[in-house]
């Protein structure tokens, strides 16, 4: 199993270093053909605006979008998050509105630009994750089908989740923590073989579905 980590800008050696540790193959993703073969995407923290522009520069955007569609694990953490989210309040238009939510960009102000934080994360685990917050967005509106995995002490959300897209405000990775990689890893399994019982259903449009080239046209 191979989950690619998209490598255009930003903190994406971190993510691979962690994925690495937990003896999962990460792919750095600059081209659409890095994308073939991989069963979910983390999309690191860095600059959105550098990384929307990286995304349609090199064609990836619908690439990206139909991993997703096809249920593939999404994990965005900081710029990542704003890149999945539908709406981004500062104006700029989305990326991958796979996420009903809300972001503001750099919420937290300048004096306190970066800072580190514990949270309990139920999904996870019972210890606390720490994580850092590096220029970071909070989530303002929250859809009906998104849940919340993680708030702020003073009650911002910080994690969410809708089906198969995950997104953290801060860095897991910069931290030492690796359960948010870990449960990526669980969700691109079982997007390799969805378990019986599951509904048994095959993922219709994958790979068996593009291996036949539509030859003679
Ligand atoms: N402030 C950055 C942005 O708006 C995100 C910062 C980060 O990813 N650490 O894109």
Redesign the pocket.
Known sequence: MRIGVLALQ??FIEHLDVLRGLGVEGVPVRLPADLEGVSGLIL????????RKLIDRWGLHEPILELARQGAPLFG??????LLSKEILDGDEPVFPLLDIAVK??AFGRQVDSFEAEMDVPLVGDTPVHGV?????TVERVGPDVDVLARLDNGRVVAVRQRNVIATAF?PELAGETRFHRLVATMASEFDEPREGAGRRRHPTRRTAKAHPEGGR
């Open positions: 930003g903190a690191p923290g860095g600059e959105s605006t550098t990384m953490t900081c710029a990542g998050m704003i960009r750099n917050f590096i220029r970071a967005p860095h």
